[in-house]
Protein backbone atom coordinates (compact mmCIF):
# COMPACT_ATOMS: atom_id res chain seq x y z
CA UNK A 1 0.00 0.00 0.00
CA UNK A 2 2.83 2.39 0.05
CA UNK A 3 4.35 4.17 -2.95
CA UNK A 4 7.90 2.92 -3.12
CA UNK A 5 8.95 4.73 -6.55
CA UNK A 6 7.31 7.86 -8.75
CA UNK A 7 7.99 8.58 -12.36
CA UNK A 8 6.88 12.22 -13.74
CA UNK A 9 6.80 12.48 -17.41
CA UNK A 10 6.07 15.48 -19.85
CA UNK A 11 3.93 14.91 -22.74
CA UNK A 12 2.71 16.24 -25.76
CA UNK A 13 0.10 15.32 -28.65
CA UNK A 14 0.32 15.59 -32.29
CA UNK A 15 -0.15 13.60 -34.72
CA UNK A 16 2.03 13.03 -37.73
CA UNK A 17 1.80 11.43 -41.23
CA UNK A 18 4.41 10.80 -44.27
CA UNK A 19 2.69 11.23 -47.82
CA UNK A 20 4.52 10.83 -50.80
CA UNK A 21 2.46 13.76 -52.48
CA UNK A 22 3.03 16.06 -49.67
CA UNK A 23 5.45 15.53 -47.32
CA UNK A 24 4.72 15.87 -43.66
CA UNK A 25 1.65 16.10 -42.80
CA UNK A 26 1.53 17.53 -38.84
CA UNK A 27 -2.20 17.33 -37.39
CA UNK A 28 -3.21 16.87 -40.91
CA UNK A 29 -1.56 19.96 -42.42
CA UNK A 30 1.67 19.57 -44.31
CA UNK A 31 4.45 20.81 -42.65
CA UNK A 32 7.61 21.27 -44.86
CA UNK A 33 10.45 20.48 -42.99
CA UNK A 34 13.32 22.28 -42.53
CA UNK A 35 16.26 20.69 -40.94
CA UNK A 36 20.05 20.96 -40.66
CA UNK A 37 21.93 18.01 -39.22
CA UNK A 38 23.45 19.44 -35.99
CA UNK A 39 26.49 17.12 -34.33
CA UNK A 40 26.67 17.07 -30.65
CA UNK A 41 30.02 18.81 -30.07
CA UNK A 42 29.60 22.58 -29.42
CA UNK A 43 32.99 25.08 -30.65
CA UNK A 44 34.69 25.49 -28.05
CA UNK A 45 32.68 23.63 -25.53
CA UNK A 46 32.55 19.89 -25.79
CA UNK A 47 30.02 17.77 -25.95
CA UNK A 48 28.78 17.88 -22.26
CA UNK A 49 27.17 20.97 -21.49
CA UNK A 50 24.68 22.72 -19.03
CA UNK A 51 21.03 22.61 -20.49
CA UNK A 52 21.26 26.38 -21.16
CA UNK A 53 24.01 25.89 -24.16
CA UNK A 54 21.49 23.33 -25.56
CA UNK A 55 18.53 26.14 -25.29
CA UNK A 56 20.21 28.66 -26.72
CA UNK A 57 21.51 26.27 -29.63
CA UNK A 58 18.03 25.31 -30.18
CA UNK A 59 16.73 29.21 -30.29
CA UNK A 60 19.20 29.78 -32.86
CA UNK A 61 18.66 27.69 -34.99
CA UNK A 62 14.84 28.71 -34.96
CA UNK A 63 15.69 32.33 -35.68
CA UNK A 64 17.37 30.76 -39.11
CA UNK A 65 14.05 29.29 -39.36
CA UNK A 66 15.11 25.73 -38.31
CA UNK A 67 12.24 23.61 -37.53
CA UNK A 68 13.76 20.39 -37.31
CA UNK A 69 17.56 19.03 -36.18
CA UNK A 70 19.19 15.46 -36.86
CA UNK A 71 21.24 14.38 -33.88
CA UNK A 72 24.18 13.18 -36.46
CA UNK A 73 25.82 10.72 -35.12
CA UNK A 74 24.85 10.38 -31.66
CA UNK A 75 22.00 9.87 -29.32
CA UNK A 76 21.04 12.97 -27.95
CA UNK A 77 20.70 14.51 -24.88
CA UNK A 78 17.76 14.44 -22.16
CA UNK A 79 18.21 17.70 -22.09
CA UNK A 80 18.49 18.73 -25.84
CA UNK A 81 14.66 16.61 -26.28
CA UNK A 82 13.43 18.54 -23.40
CA UNK A 83 14.03 21.99 -24.84
CA UNK A 84 13.08 20.98 -28.95
CA UNK A 85 9.71 20.01 -26.87
CA UNK A 86 9.53 22.94 -24.69
CA UNK A 87 10.26 25.47 -28.19
CA UNK A 88 9.05 23.20 -30.84
CA UNK A 89 12.30 21.65 -33.01
CA UNK A 90 10.75 17.79 -34.75
CA UNK A 91 13.87 15.91 -33.80
CA UNK A 92 15.58 12.80 -36.21
CA UNK A 93 17.54 10.36 -33.47
CA UNK A 94 20.44 8.98 -35.08
CA UNK A 95 21.78 5.37 -34.20
CA UNK A 96 24.98 5.61 -34.78
CA UNK A 97 26.47 1.89 -35.49
CA UNK A 98 25.08 0.06 -38.14
CA UNK A 99 25.49 -3.82 -36.88
CA UNK A 100 23.51 -6.29 -35.70
CA UNK A 101 25.78 -6.85 -32.50
CA UNK A 102 24.08 -7.15 -28.97
CA UNK A 103 26.15 -3.77 -28.32
CA UNK A 104 24.67 -1.90 -30.96
CA UNK A 105 20.76 -3.46 -30.16
CA UNK A 106 21.16 -2.52 -26.73
CA UNK A 107 22.48 1.24 -27.16
CA UNK A 108 19.43 1.03 -30.11
CA UNK A 109 16.87 0.05 -27.60
CA UNK A 110 18.57 2.45 -25.05
CA UNK A 111 18.13 5.32 -27.63
CA UNK A 112 14.62 4.37 -28.29
CA UNK A 113 13.74 4.68 -24.25
CA UNK A 114 15.00 7.82 -24.12
CA UNK A 115 13.41 9.18 -27.54
CA UNK A 116 9.95 7.45 -27.16
CA UNK A 117 8.07 9.76 -24.61
CA UNK A 118 9.42 12.89 -26.22
CA UNK A 119 6.48 14.62 -28.86
CA UNK A 120 9.68 16.12 -30.86
CA UNK A 121 10.83 12.97 -31.90
CA UNK A 122 9.59 12.41 -35.47
CA UNK A 123 12.04 9.62 -36.75
CA UNK A 124 14.45 7.40 -35.56
CA UNK A 125 17.44 7.08 -38.17
CA UNK A 126 19.19 3.91 -38.04
CA UNK A 127 22.63 4.69 -40.14
CA UNK A 128 24.68 6.96 -41.66
CA UNK A 129 26.30 5.84 -44.84
CA UNK A 130 27.59 2.61 -44.11
CA UNK A 131 29.00 0.62 -46.92
CA UNK A 132 26.35 -2.02 -46.30
CA UNK A 133 23.77 -0.07 -47.18
CA UNK A 134 24.21 -1.16 -50.74
CA UNK A 135 22.81 -5.00 -51.36
CA UNK A 136 20.86 -7.63 -49.34
CA UNK A 137 23.49 -7.48 -46.12
CA UNK A 138 22.11 -4.01 -45.54
CA UNK A 139 18.52 -4.47 -45.98
CA UNK A 140 18.91 -7.18 -43.83
CA UNK A 141 20.88 -4.85 -41.07
CA UNK A 142 18.45 -2.14 -41.30
CA UNK A 143 14.99 -4.73 -41.16
CA UNK A 144 16.37 -6.63 -37.57
CA UNK A 145 17.20 -2.78 -36.12
CA UNK A 146 14.18 -1.63 -37.49
CA UNK A 147 12.30 -4.20 -35.52
CA UNK A 148 13.96 -3.70 -32.87
CA UNK A 149 13.24 0.43 -33.00
CA UNK A 150 8.79 -1.07 -33.14
CA UNK A 151 9.20 -3.03 -30.41
CA UNK A 152 9.64 -0.47 -28.09
CA UNK A 153 8.14 2.35 -30.51
CA UNK A 154 5.47 0.76 -32.72
CA UNK A 155 4.60 4.28 -33.77
CA UNK A 156 7.58 6.31 -35.14
CA UNK A 157 8.64 5.60 -38.74
CA UNK A 158 12.19 4.57 -39.43
CA UNK A 159 14.69 5.87 -41.75
CA UNK A 160 18.43 5.75 -42.68
CA UNK A 161 20.74 8.63 -44.11
CA UNK A 162 21.66 7.17 -47.49
CA UNK A 163 24.29 8.73 -49.69
CA UNK A 164 24.40 5.89 -52.33
CA UNK A 165 22.49 2.37 -53.95
CA UNK A 166 19.16 3.50 -53.55
CA UNK A 167 18.66 2.73 -57.30
CA UNK A 168 19.95 -0.72 -56.38
CA UNK A 169 18.12 -3.64 -56.07
CA UNK A 170 18.18 -4.88 -53.17
CA UNK A 171 19.21 -2.14 -50.63
CA UNK A 172 18.40 -0.71 -47.58
CA UNK A 173 16.20 2.34 -48.80
CA UNK A 174 13.86 -0.79 -49.27
CA UNK A 175 13.06 -1.38 -45.87
CA UNK A 176 12.89 2.34 -44.90
CA UNK A 177 9.42 3.82 -43.98
CA UNK A 178 10.34 7.76 -44.64
CA UNK A 179 13.41 7.21 -47.48
CA UNK A 180 16.85 9.41 -46.49
CA UNK A 181 18.63 10.73 -49.12
CA UNK A 182 22.15 12.31 -48.27
CA UNK A 183 23.43 14.59 -51.05
CA UNK A 184 21.77 12.71 -53.98
CA UNK A 185 19.43 15.52 -54.50
CA UNK A 186 20.34 15.34 -58.91
CA UNK A 187 18.76 11.36 -57.94
CA UNK A 188 15.65 12.75 -56.66
CA UNK A 189 13.40 12.22 -59.54
CA UNK A 190 14.94 8.79 -60.56
CA UNK A 191 14.32 7.71 -56.66
CA UNK A 192 10.43 8.96 -56.67
CA UNK A 193 10.04 6.72 -59.94
CA UNK A 194 11.25 3.24 -58.19
CA UNK A 195 9.74 4.63 -54.85
CA UNK A 196 5.81 6.02 -55.69
CA UNK A 197 4.95 5.85 -51.93
Known sequence: GAVVDCLSVKVGFRKTAWSAAHGLLLNGVR?????????????????????????????????????????????PSESLLDACDRLGLFVMVENRHFDVSEDTLCALRSLVKLARNHPSVLLYCLYN?????????????????????????????????????????????????????????????????????
Open 31 to 75: YPVKGVCCHEDHAGLGVVVPPAVEEYRILRLKSMGVNAIRTAHHA
Open 129 to 197: EEPWQEGERGKRIFTRLRDEVRALDPERPVTGSQNTGHDLTPNAAEAHDVIGINYATDKYPEYRLKYPD
